[in-house]
T-cell receptor, first 110, second 109 residues
């Protein structure tokens, strides 16, 4: 089965609302990253977060290894947050061979 | 920030033809990766490298070869392109944090 599952698959928000994106994994974890992908564009790393909580501006990532989940919280969403959010994990190979989730497609409307 | 560039950005190829996708990184990362992204499959690892002269098979290597002639350059080679290889290809470098290139859109007719 799939090692990395993201939810929801898609989400529409009004500008200013908060969002919680989930990433659940079925294997042990060596490394975990969250990426943002611009529509039709490349991937930008948001967080490297194999455990614990990290903050960057309006974004917060929390990874709980024993629960096999990671979340990405977006506060006070803006239209420029629209795009796809991907989580990826290295399932304990130690070789940084990341396995990607299918992503959450976010649309923020004014 | 890490700089990863890819060429060409767009490519149309014919079935059975040879295609070479190039990737260059200027941040002296040892590890480099080639992924493809398809609707319904997300990003999948094709080949990767730990340094100049090394190439390793990823999760979907069939139909692809890779070459790492230097620390900076990593190429993906399709010896006999097929329509099923129509996709968007991304190169990345780094290890725990990976930095991605802008992508190459390949259409095989």
């Amino acid at each position: 089965g799939q090692q990395v599952q993201q939810s929801p698959a898609s989400l529409v928000l009004q500008e200013g609302e908060n969002a919680e994106l989930q990433c659940n994994f079925s294997t042990s974890l060596n490394s975990m990253q969250w990426f943002y992908q611009r529509p039709g564009g490349s991937l930008v790393s948001l967080f490297y977060n194999p455990s614990g909580t990290k903050h960057s501006g309006r974004l917060t990532s929390t990874t709980v290894i024993k629960e096999r989940r990671s979340s990405l919280h977006i506060s006070s969403s803006q239209t420029t947050d629209s795009g796809t959010y991907l989580c990826a994990l290295d399932p304990n190979t130690g070789n940084y061979k990341y396995v990607f989730g299918a992503g959450t497609r976010l649309k923020v409307i004014a | 920030e890490a700089a990863v560039t890819q060429s060409p950005r767009n490519k149309v190829a014919v079935t059975g033809g040879k295609v070479t996708l190039s990737c260059n990184q200027t941040n002296n990362h040892n590890n480099m990766y080639w992924y493809r992204q398809d609707t319904g499959h997300g990003l999948r690892l094709i080949h990767y490298s730990y340094g100049a002269g090394s190439t390793e098979k990823g999760d979907i290597p069939d139909g692809y070869k890779a070459s790492r002639p230097s620390q900076e350059n990593f190429s993906l080679i399709l010896e006999l392109a097929t329509p099923s290889q129509t996709s968007v290809y991304f190169c990345a470098s780094g290890d725990d944090t990976q930095y991605f290139g802008p992508g190459t859109r390949l259409l095989v007719l």
